[in-house]
């Protein structure tokens, strides 16, 4: 093939490419759809970023428990986002459509929202004690993953 040729193939194919989005951006327009909410981040990042440092918080909470009300009120922040974080690992870029992945997201989710539960009542025991659920929670996954 010329080289001008295959310079014109390829502005065809932009050029249906680019009509494809532009359909497609009407569809979308027409019906929103949930699926539309999707991971930003990578896996890897979304793991390092956000889930491994709020949960750090619950993990290390007997070598550093909260000293004033101010760390208490950073520790509610945390695992409420990390429980939100339970439910962003359903969401379409970062879910895995296997049976396991539910479960371990919901078992992820349902230790850190009793963490976010005993930051609130500012209850240093339940958060020692659920430290195994939400260990357990991070390793099946990643056993099935990984
Ligand atoms: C439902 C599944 C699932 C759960 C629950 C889960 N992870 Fe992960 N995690 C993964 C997957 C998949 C990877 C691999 C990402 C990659 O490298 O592509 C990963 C990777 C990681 C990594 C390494 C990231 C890197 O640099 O490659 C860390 C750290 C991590 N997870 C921490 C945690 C912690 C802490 C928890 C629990 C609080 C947890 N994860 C819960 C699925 C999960």
Redesign the pocket.
């Known amino acids: 093939m010329s080289k001008s040729k295959s310079s014109k193939t390829l502005s065809l194919l932009l050029g249906a490419g680019a009509m494809a989005a532009a359909v497609a951006g009407l569809v979308q327009a027409q019906a929103p759809s949930m699926e539309q909410a999707q991971a930003t981040a990578?896996?890897?990042?979304?793991?390092?970023r956000i889930?491994?440092p709020?949960?750090?918080a619950?993990?290390y909470i007997s070598r550093t428990p909260p000293a004033d009300d101010a760390a208490w009120r950073e520790l509610e922040n945390k695992t409420l986002m990390?429980a939100e974080?339970?439910n962003l690992?359903l969401i379409a870029g970062y879910?895995?459509d296997t049976e396991?992945?539910?479960q371990?997201?919901l078992?992820?989710r349902d230790?850190?929202v009793r963490a976010w539960q005993a930051a609130q009542a500012r209850d240093l025991d339940a958060l020692v004690e659920l430290n195994n659920d939400?260990?357990t929670?991070?390793?099946?996954?990643?056993m099935?993953?990984?």
């Open positions: 990578s896996m890897a990042d979304f793991m390092t889930v491994q709020t949960s750090d619950v993990f990390l974080s339970a690992l879910r895995q396991q992945w539910l371990d997201s078992l992820m230790a850190s939400l260990y929670s991070c390793e099946n996954c990643h099935a993953t990984r």
